[in-house]
């Protein structure tokens, strides 16, 4: 499974951004889908989760009342959808996914296989 995240860009703070994930050859109908992000020159961190069995969501802190994230009624996209974006926000965000019924954290990113090439986010003051 190949997956495509897209949608990242410039944005000054107080703006949204969606962001869109993809998958190249199957759809994401079966799986896990979870959305990180790296900023420069720290580590990865995760940030949004949608389980496929029964579409439960996970937020980060920082993430949550801010950020939503969904997928569509046939499964094939999941999106990002970011509000009141600040500086620290700006990164590099990931999609990735897994197989359905892993019962490791929907927040593990060891637990997902397949991963995006990322989009960037940069956030204005």
């Known amino acids: 499974v190949q997956l495509q995240a897209s949608g990242g860009g410039s944005v000054q703070a107080g703006g949204s951004l969606r962001l869109s994930c993809t998958a190249s050859?199957?759809?994401?109908?079966?799986?896990?889908v979870a959305w990180f992000r790296q900023p420069l020159g720290r580590e990865r961190e995760f940030i949004a989760a949608?389980?496929?069995?029964?579409?439960?969501?996970a937020y980060s802190a920082t993430a949550k009342g801010r950020f939503t994230i969904s997928r569509d009624n046939a499964k094939t996209t999941a999106y990002l959808q970011m509000n009141s974006l600040t500086p620290e926000d700006t990164a590099t965000y990931y999609c990735?996914?897994?197989?359905?019924?892993?019962?490791?954290?929907?927040?593990?990113?060891?637990?997902?296989?397949?991963w995006g090439q990322g989009t960037l986010v940069t956030v204005s003051s």
């Open positions: 949608i389980r496929f069995t029964d579409n439960y969501t």
């Open positions: 990735a996914a897994r197989g359905r019924g892993v019962i490791s954290s929907i927040r593990d990113s060891t637990t997902y296989p397949y």
């Open positions: 050859e199957q759809t994401l109908r079966s799986r896990d």
